[in-house]
């Protein structure tokens, strides 16, 4: 069993920017795909950013790729995206999630990211 505890969404202006945190308990990121989607009112999940199963490589929605950075601290179990020059349609609720396309992932409780324009 893995939980995942996301942090650090808010209210913030466009152009501006905020850094998400997921800490993983349970089990370590290790080897599995990590990252993270997200939610806005009345759309799908969409995918923002992982890692691979090795954490080598990082792969990006094409659209926040240039403004938001994902990275991991191994020794503290914990995944963060950084996001920067945000638009009010970066607005959602952010989603961390562990194997997301594997046959079992797990997923966070989400965090609020609100940007005003």
Do not use: H
Request: charged fraction near 20%; aromatic fraction near 12%.
């Amino acid at each position: 069993q893995v939980q995942l505890v996301e942090s650090g969404g808010g209210l913030v202006q466009a152009g501006g920017s905020l850094r998400l945190s997921c800490a993983g308990s349970g089990r370590t990121f290790g080897s599995s795909v990590v990252g993270w989607f997200r939610q806005a009112p009345g759309k799908e999940r969409e995918f923002v950013s992982r890692f691979d199963s090795s954490g080598g490589i990082r792969y990006y929605a094409d659209s926040v790729k240039g403004r938001f950075t994902i990275s991991r601290d191994n020794t503290k179990n914990t995944v963060y995206l950084q996001m920067n020059s945000l638009k009010p349609e970066d607005t959602a609720v952010y989603y961390c999630v562990v194997d997301p396309y594997g046959p079992r992932s797990y997923w966070g409780q989400g965090t609020q990211v609100t940007v005003s324009s």
